[in-house]
């Protein structure tokens, strides 16, 4: 049964021709052999046999036509070129042949007279499948056209798929990036903290008060070592000899060059001083 499974589900190249063309292409193929060859007791017609095949061309062309507009219906992706599988081929063309000797049995009892009878559907259904295996090795040899909504939906996909893959990776770069651990002086001395979480930090003595969003910190540090330690993160600024400050939490700067200036903070009520010197680059951020 698996081995049964894996035959129909096996992948194979999807060859995409021109719908209306192709079918086209194999009704005149189909009307020339019977016009040519006259088998299946056509000589024996006394009919135009030019104008008596006609019929046979359109229905040719029609069969190998409806199936593509027919299977979505039932199955959406039924023509995805990632999902085209033995399977599938097969019931593609079942479905030509079906509706194509359909089509042959209406033509057959028009032209040649015939009765409807058992004898002529398995007449219509033999003929037809003949015929088929000729006119579908024809098919081989047609240029394959690229199906361009094909094409572009799985663009689109990829690209989809590449910026999902890009969004994930960011993320984790992000996550590393945004967990840091600050080393103070003392051997053992060292907080973890979240970057985004860092409001400011405040040199008090021989220590340093880490104020974030979670929490508070004391850690034995110079306010200097702070600063080169976060110095790849451009967000972390000094604003006075005293502080460093997380612009992506101020909320505004207040103040003027006579009375001075203070940084508002998001969050809390806490206001940071602003030295002169850093005036200018905090202003233009």
């Known amino acids: 049964m698996d081995f049964i499974k894996n035959f129909w589900n096996h992948q194979i190249p999807f060859r995409d021709i021109n719908l209306w063309l192709g079918g086209a292409i194999y009704g005149i193929v189909v009307y020339l052999i019977l016009v040519i060859m006259q088998p299946f007791g056509i000589d024996q017609n006394t009919g135009n046999i030019y104008i008596l095949m006609i019929p046979y061309f359109f229905v040719t062309w029609i069969g190998c036509v409806l199936p593509s507009y027919i299977l979505p219906l039932f199955c959406k992706d ?23 000797s359909f089509g042959n049995l209406i033509c057959f009892i028009i032209t040649l007279n015939a009765p409807f009878s058992f004898q002529a559907v398995w007449t219509a259904i033999w003929q037809t499948f003949i015929i088929a295996i000729m006119i579908f090795s024809i098919g081989l040899l047609l240029p394959e056209k690229k199906n361009k909504k094909e094409e572009i939906i799985e663009n689109k996909e990829e690209i989809i798929e590449e910026k999902i893959e890009i969004s994930q990776i960011k993320n984790e770069v992000s996550k590393i990036k945004d967990d840091f651990i600050i080393k103070g002086t003392g051997k053992n001395d060292s907080i973890s903290i979240k970057i985004s979480d860092l409001i400011y930090v405040e040199s008090a003595k021989n220590y340093c008060n880490i104020v974030t969003t979670e929490k508070n910190f004391n850690i034995r540090s110079t306010i200097s070592s702070i600063e080169e330690q976060l110095s790849n993160f451009t967000q972390i ?30 969050i809390g009520i806490n206001t940071i001083p602003l030295s002169r010197q850093y005036v200018k680059i905090f202003l233009e951020k």
């Open 78 to 100: 039924f023509f995805y070129a990632k999902k085209w599988t033995r399977g599938r081929f097969f019931i593609y063309l079942l479905s030509i042949v079906s509706i194509i």
């Open 237 to 266: 600024k000094r604003c006075h000899r005293a502080y460093l400050v997380n612009t992506n939490n101020i909320l505004t700067i207040d103040g003027n060059s006579t009375s001075g200036y203070k940084i508002i903070m998001k």
